[in-house]
Structures are given as C-alpha cells and as structure tokens.
C-alpha cells in the first residue's frame, strides 16, 4: 500500500509533460478551470439573444422570422471568424485567441450604446455580430484547447467538464435579461397596441435604454477575465513537429478535412445539434406567451430558466451515464427520446406543451460537446486547430434552423407546428451516432 501511495505521489509531483500529438500528460487543474470559466461568458450572450428576440418584436414589430435574424447575425459571426481564427491561433497561440476573442467581445457589447441611440432594429443586429466576432474566437481556442488539456483518452470528457460550465452562463443571461429588460405590468405586445406613433416612438427608446443593463454588467466582467488570462501561463498544446517537417498549408488542410468522411459527417450533426438548441431556445419564451396570453414576459423567462436547468442536469447525467455506456449509446438515447417531445408540442397546443420544452432541453444537454470532441478525434493532429476552427463553424446552423422555424411559424401561423424542425434534427443526429457505433464495433 504504502508502495503505491508513494507511486501516485511521484506521478502528481511530476513535471506536466507536452506530448508529440499536442496533448498534456496529464491535465494542469487551474489552467483547465480558467478555460472551463470561458464557456460561461458565450452562454450568457447566448441566451440573452432569446431574451431580444421577443423584446426586439413588440419593440420593432417584426415577424418571427425577422427575429430570427438575431441569431442569424450572432452564429452567422461564428461562421465567419472560425477559419481566421484558427490561423491566427495556429501562428500563435491558444492564449492570444483567447484574449483577441475577449476584446473583441468587449467592444461588441459597448455597441450597444450607439444602438439604443440610433433605435434601429440593424444597429443592433451589427452589435450583436461584433460580440459574434469575440465569441468566435473564444469558441474556436477554447473547445480545442479544453480537449488537449491533458490525455488524449480522456479529451472528450474533459470537453464535457467544461461544457457543464456552460449553463451557469445561460442562467446568467437569461436572469439579467428578465430582471434588467423586461419590466413588470402588461406583456410589451398589450402595452404598444393602441400608442400612438409619438407616444410608440418615446415608449420604444425606452424600452430599449433597459437593453443596455445586462451589457454594463458583462463588460465589467470580461474586464476582469481578460486580465486574469493576460496573466497567467497557459501551456501551448501545439503539435511537435520535426525541424524539417513544414506545417501543412491551408489548401492542404482544408482538402484532407473535406475528404474525410467521418469528420464531414461529424460536421453535419453539429450543424443541425446547434441549429436545433437555438431554435428550441429561441421560441421558448414566445411558446409560454403564445399558449398562454395572460402572463407577461418576465413570467414566461422562467420557463427559459427551467430549461436551463434542465439542460445542465442532462449534461451532468449524460456525463455519468457515459463512464459505464459507448457515448453513441448514450446520445442515441437522448434522441431518441426527444422527438416524441418535440411530436408533443406540435400536436399538443395546450400550456403542458411548454413543459415538453424544457425536458426537450434536457436532452439536448450533452450535445455540442459530444459531437464536438467525437468529431475533432476524427481530424490528424497536424491539422487540429483548422479543424477545430471547422468544428466551430458548423455553430451557423444556429444561423439557420431557426430562420426556417420563423419562416415556416409565419407561413402556417402556428408558433408550436414550426416545431416539427426540430424532429427532423434528433432523428438526423440519432443516425448519425448509430453509424458510428455501427463503425466502432467494426
């Protein structure tokens, strides 16, 4: 006893060594919480966008389409930066992506002030795509990095530590959205009604200046991580490459990562998997005020709040449950039981159907970081942060999904039958899994 005592002493005092592949030998505990601690800070702005979407419709008078365009600028953001930034962080560092991405971030937020000033439906949308910029950054460093932050067998669970981070993120957002945008009294839709257009126009630049909270509140904060980041020592978690052997060029990397099968097919689940959190996510609140006409918006964010939960208690329990099961197993169950939920709300159209919601979210807890990580596993070494960077841009889903829920809630007039995309989004992502438990038993 006392031999293998001494052993597992030795190997904690031992020096953290950076393998060939890029990985740790094991994992450095504070580093690894530090980044863990990023994840939050994109969960916040992301559910905050739910919280504009049904501010921004009774504000501006928009379709629900035209609020979907909310996520269309934030996840369109995403798309857009991933590749650069993975460049710029395959010619640094994980470190200098990160901190580029926490700039970028605060200078999205502070956007918001000339928006609220201008009162204009695009400002805001331009704002919400600079805080885009900042995230993009941040997700492409820190989703990779958090995997490569110890050994390579354990870099799918570690991805998931971190994304369990994530939902204190989305409670934040949604909390400050509910008790910093929306106000007490009459739902925004009973209040603008019968105003006339002098009295719409003063209500309206009202009722945007309470935009501004949450934002104030964020950027004190991302002041505080950046110079937490700034000082402290991170490990590179680069590949070692041979002095001779030159890193592969983007056209090289780009071609190797399209031809790959299993690594496109992982592209594609997360695509949709994205798609169908935000689309879920993003009519949550306007389900609870369509079903149920008496309550106001801040009411209806407390069903945004359950599904946060929810959401955070699926990821602990798919993290359980994928210690004794395949990860496949384990998500091809949670598909599984996700679509008769999403069957319900499209079929049901009563108030239970918002309870299907938010169990719905449960479902989706583990995930992005599963299919991320499952999908990065499938990529060379050599080629980690371009693909990585590729991983991220499949987020524009986000971009997606949810525009063709608001277009086709529009074109059929019911918000609950729009729902009926998110099936088709379980059921692709339940075969996906199947495949690769069928490729893994092979």
């Not at 407390?302 to 959401?311: C, K, P, R, T």
């Not at 602990?316 to 099961?325: G, P």
Request: net charge neutral.
């Amino acid at each position: 006893m006392s031999e293998i005592r001494a052993t597992a002493a030795a190997v904690k005092d031992a020096p953290i060594e950076q393998l060939p592949d890029g990985y740790l030998s094991r994992t450095p505990w504070f580093q690894f919480i530090l980044i863990s601690c990023m994840f939050p800070l994109w969960g916040c702005a992301a559910s905050l966008n739910d919280i504009l979407i049904t501010q921004f419709k009774s504000v501006f008078t928009l379709s629900d389409f035209a609020t979907a365009l909310v996520q269309s600028a934030f996840y369109g953001g995403y798309f857009l930066i991933s590749i650069p930034a993975a460049q710029i962080i395959a010619r640094t560092n994980y470190k200098t992506g990160i901190l580029i991405g926490l700039g970028f971030y605060i200078v999205g937020c502070t956007l918001f002030f000339p928006a609220s000033t201008m009162a204009t439906y695009t400002m805001f949308l331009f704002a919400v795509f600079g805080i885009a910029i900042g995230l993009g950054f941040l997700e492409t460093s820190c989703n990779t990095y958090s995997t490569m932050l110890g050994p390579k067998d354990k870099s799918t669970l570690r991805l998931n530590i971190s994304q369990t981070f994530t939902p204190i993120g989305f409670l934040s957002g949604i909390l400050l959205g509910k008790y910093l945008i929306f106000q007490e009294g009459e739902s925004l839709h009973s209040r603008v009604a019968n105003l006339s257009a002098e009295a719409l126009h003063e209500f309206k630049l009202e009722a945007l200046q309470f935009t501004l909270q949450p934002y104030k509140a964020i950027i004190a904060a991302l002041v505080v991580v950046f110079i937490i980041v700034l000082l402290t020592k991170l490990p590179s978690c680069k590949v070692k490459t041979k002095s001779n052997e030159a890193k592969p060029s983007f056209g090289e990397t780009i071609s190797y990562l399209i031809t790959n099968k299993r690594f496109m097919g992982g592209i594609a689940a997360e695509f949709l998997y994205v798609g169908m959190q935000v689309a879920v996510w993003s009519f949550t609140i306007r389900l609870a005020l369509d079903l149920d006409h008496s309550i106001n918006e801040r009411s209806a964010s407390d069903y945004m709040v359950f599904s946060f939960i929810s959401f955070f208690a699926g990821k602990f329990v798919a993290n359980i449950l994928m210690t004794k099961f395949s990860v496949p197993k384990v998500m091809i169950a949670y598909s599984l039981a996700g679509i008769p939920l999403v069957l319900y709300i499209v079929f049901v159209h009563d108030f239970s159907a918002i309870y299907a919601a938010i169990a719905i979210s449960f479902l989706m807890g583990p995930g992005w970081a599963t299919i991320y990580a499952e999908t990065l596993a499938e990529a060379d070494p050599k080629y980690k942060e371009t693909a990585g960077a590729v991983c991220v841009m499949a987020i524009v889903g986000a971009a997606v999904i949810p525009a063709m829920q608001g277009l086709l809630s529009d074109m059929v007039g019911s918000l609950p039958v729009s729902f009926i995309i998110n099936a088709f989004c379980f059921v692709a992502i339940m075969v996906f899994f199947i495949v690769k438990l069928k490729e893994n038993k092979a």
